[in-house]
């Protein structure tokens, strides 16, 4: 049985050991040097625990999860609370789509492509799964790119029409059920005018979060930034394999602005260079706004490097990240991330709940 490489504990062991604790239990709530001086990031709000609802803050950490999490489910924010609810999550990265959706959007051609890409069946018994995603542009047939030109004209003008009380009133469904929202992932990279650039920075403020998040790009921080410092928030660029390639550093990106920090991707990051994130952790801790979490082999690691595992049995050093974390009292939002395959008896929803409860077997 594979071990969890910082404590020994399989998922299986886990599940057995923390079972009966949990029943019994309510849900409770370096060397380096950057560019660019920080703005001290907000405490994570325990709306939940205010709330005396769903609460997945423990000893302090606040876990989360990105909605894309759910990305097998049916969407909708009234299907999301449900989820946080079932999975007993207290804050959340929000998918711009979901969002958009809830205010009446025309559907982005590119969820049907996702969907239709999740659910993908796993590999059988004996067969070997498919290989891991690897970034780069996405490629769509000449027909997929004709609806998604047109959707790009028909989303501009919508959005442009907004009216914002609307989403003070999606916010306001979320903050009933106890649920708030720290990132709107609005990815400002793919619009094409600044109005909507704004637009994205003022949907996230009024859903009460303090970040718009965005693939880590250079020219993106550059058109971005003073949209962020106008608002007074931050643009938070998430990764994925780019710190393994050569002579990438992040620290041009965050010099632009103090409104630049990460929505950094552990997970990826051990998974492609094989490098404790404690490292890059504490070198940027204050210039961290949120840290996707997720379980992975190495990049050396057999015939299935740098490849999604059920949490506790790959070897990315979760315990370790979220020590750290509790341990300097860092303002840091973690977050759930689910890549790796579910088995056909479980869904997303479950899958997101046993990480909440390995987390918190962790942290208290």
Known sequence: MNKDVNNGQSRREFLGRSVAALAAASFLPSAFSCTGKSVAAPAPVDTAAE???????????????????????PGGLENIIKYC?????????????????YLGAPENPMMKFFRRQASQPAAKPGEKPAAPRRMGPPKFTPEQQAEIDKYKEEVK???LGLDLSKVEGARKLLSDAGISVHIVKMQPSGMGSDEEVDYAFKVAKAMGAKAVTDEINLETAKRVAPFAEKHGMYMAFHNHMQYAEEGFSCDPILAISPSIMLNFDAGHFFGSTGIHP??????YHDRIYSIHLKDKTGPTTGDQPNT????GQGEMPLEDV????????????????????IKPWSDSVKEVGTCVKYARQILM
């Not at 302090?60 to 759910?70: A, D, E, L, N, R």
């Not at 999604?308 to 949490?311: E, G």
């Open 85 to 101: 609810q079932e999975a007993n999550i207290s804050s959340i990265e929000l998918m711009g789509g979901d969002l958009e959706a």
């Open 278 to 283: 404690n490292e890059m952790i504490k070198k």
């Open 51 to 73: 709330a005396g609802k769903v609460n997945s803050k423990f000893g302090g950490v606040q876990i989360g999860t990105i909605t894309y999490s759910w990305r097998s489910m």
């Open 308 to 311: 999604n595992q059920v949490w």
């Open 157 to 159: 003008a919508w959005r």
């Open 322 to 341: 979220l020590l750290l974390i509790k341990q300097e009292k860092w303002p840091i939002y973690c977050d759930i991330e689910l890549e790796y395959d």
